[in-house]
């Protein structure tokens, strides 16, 4: 096992896995968001209280897991990257940032459309909306710091510093609902005891998380493989790969 981990950290492997791995994540990809679409669309039942609005829930759910899973990924990378001197952590960290931003204004978008009718507003400054959107400022002041320093290894040293400092986002988002009086809703499907939602529900949405995250997983791997030759692009491998 600590082989194949000392692996990852050599960019020409991790360039050939990844391209190995890349056409059957996307097909798995597109095999789970058909199936998760279909289900969530044709064979999920409306909402007793929200009617067909309940739809909308296979979009943000997803989107928003998949914003804190995202950016937890970049802080262990970042971790990783600063303690063992891991160059590819460094990519990985990098290419997560691109990914959890788009996922989080998902989030963002796709509640807001759902709190109109719901709620009657687009926006309230509730504690889990509020610290949804301060997780976008970190994915944004991430990418923006990253850009704003020309040398590469101080770039990579600086964004991880903010990466693993943003990390205490996290719980407050997750724990929000908890902790004070919000109109979010609290968790349906995160308990310890049965998930407060009917299975009729529970599977179209489960199979959307599944799409989203291989989505992921897919995306990951492709941005990590362009970083790849960016950062190697003087390395004789990556020379001899432009050639052919």
């Not at 989107?63 to 971790?79: D, E, G, K, N």
């Not at 002041?141 to 510093?161: K, M, P, T």
Request: charged share 15%; proline share 4%; hydrophobic share 60%.
């Amino acid at each position: 096992m600590w082989l194949w981990f000392s692996r990852l950290g050599s960019p020409k492997w991790f360039y050939e896995l990844a391209g190995r791995w890349l056409p059957w994540t996307w097909a798995l990809t597109v095999l789970l968001f058909v199936a998760g679409s279909a289900l969530a669309l044709l064979f999920s039942p409306p909402d007793y209280q929200q009617g067909e609005t309940v739809r909308i829930m296979y979009l943000h759910v997803p989107a928003a897991f998949l914003s804190m899973a995202c950016y937890l990924t970049m802080a262990i990378a970042s971790v990783i990257a600063l303690v063992w001197r891991m160059k590819m952590a460094f990519a990985v960290a990098r290419s997560c940032a691109p990914i959890g931003a788009a996922m989080t204004a998902l989030a963002l978008f796709t509640g807001a459309v759902w709190g109109k009718p719901i709620w009657g507003t687009w926006w309230e400054w509730d504690a889990r909306l509020t610290s949804e959107l301060v997780l976008l400022f970190l994915y944004l002041g991430y990418i923006a710091l990253h850009e704003s320093i020309s040398e590469q290894s101080q770039a990579d040293r600086a964004a991880a510093v903010l990466a693993i400092v943003g990390v205490v986002n996290l719980p407050i988002i997750h724990f929000s609902v908890d902790w004070w009086n919000t109109l979010h809703q609290g968790a349906s499907i995160s308990r310890l005891q049965k998930p407060a939602i009917d299975a009729s529900m529970l599977w179209p949405l489960f199979t959307m998380l599944a799409a989203f995250f291989a989505f992921f997983a897919a995306s990951l791997m492709s941005r990590v493989r362009n970083e790849i030759l960016k950062r190697e692009a003087a390395s004789r491998w990556v020379k001899a790969l432009v050639k052919a």
